[in-house]
């Protein structure tokens, strides 16, 4: 299934997808597409029932917003350096564990919403990834399957960074991660049923047109498997709670100089095979 909230920010209301391509209502089905409802097996039942039965409501989709496909999203956990040719376009050794960070949940924004630029930022810089959306409590997972099998799905993801605040001021990674709207995420949840393997997708990104990242998620260092299980070792991972498993080369920060940093005016398009498409202006903060 492809699940989508849409509507003014703050009150978005459930969506489906269906195969026809006809956004449909779902809240008369279930409240919302949040960390509850992918954790609730019946609550799904009922959205596949709704969904093969044909008769949900149709939604005009022209001139409306799609929101991040999962609300009240309790944490974002991202993975850094986590393919082959990102770490060579950057210099960097692959690393022996997973690269570890946090986004706030106050990051994330729908998929075509604008990006801000933070003032005084030059070093503003894009990354397509694959994102990962827990659907049971996971902790201290044992093996790739039992991993897998605590995955609702699958989304876009836009790991918006400032490199200079991250690289060249201190301290962590936080502070070049964390500025407004730097995870625009989705359009759909796509579920896990859907995606027969999340090794074996194209992830590609284009500024102004011009394609800059062209990648798959079979140079990932760290398979989705692999990452959701370790990170189960260090926290407990709650349904709705999200995972961006990095980036492939093609970042600005890995290009020669002068690097093509963004700028207001500039706009990203971005897509993961079968996970739909983004698109944002950018706009100085």
């Known amino acids: 299934m492809k699940l989508l909230r849409v509507g003014t920010s703050g ?21 919302d597409i949040d960390g509850s409802v992918l954790a609730d097996a019946a609550a799904l039942d009922r959205i596949r029932a709704a969904a093969d039965a044909g008769d949900l409501p149709v939604l005009d989709a022209a001139g409306l917003r799609v929101g991040p496909p999962v609300g009240r999203i309790g944490k974002v956990v991202c993975i850094g350096l986590n393919y ?4 060579r376009e950057t210099g960097a050794e692959p690393p022996a564990e997973p690269v570890v960070f946090f986004k706030a949940a106050d990051t994330v924004v729908g998929p075509d919403d604008t990006v801000l630029v933070p003032r005084r930022s030059v070093k503003t810089d ?5 994102a990962v959306v827990i659907g049971r409590t996971a902790r201290y997972l044992e093996s790739d399957e039992e991993a897998l099998a605590h995955v609702a799905g699958y989304a876009v993801a836009h790991d918006v960074s400032e490199r200079e605040f991250q690289i060249e001021r201190g301290g962590t990674w936080d502070k070049g991660k964390n500025c407004e709207t730097f995870n625009p995420l989705g359009p759909w949840l796509v579920t896990a049923d859907e995606v027969a393997d999340p090794q074996a997708l194209s992830l590609k990104l284009w500024v102004n047109g011009e394609l800059k990242q062209d990648g798959t998620t079979a140079d990932q260092i760290f398979p989705v498997a692999e990452v959701v299980r370790y990170v189960s070792q260090f926290m407990t991972l709650h349904p ?5 498993t990095g980036t492939p080369a093609g970042v600005a920060m890995g290009r020669p100089e002068p690097k093509p940093y963004l700028r207001a005016g500039d706009v990203v398009e971005l897509e993961v095979e079968g996970l739909g498409r983004q698109r944002q202006e950018l706009k100085d903060a």
């Open 11 to 31: 009150a978005e209301r459930p969506a489906l997808l269906d195969a026809e391509g006809t956004l449909r209502d779902l809240s008369g089905v279930v409240a």
């Open 84 to 87: 082959h040719d990102h770490a």
């Open 126 to 130: 894009w990354e397509v990834e694959l």
């Open 240 to 244: 709705g709670d999200v995972i961006n």
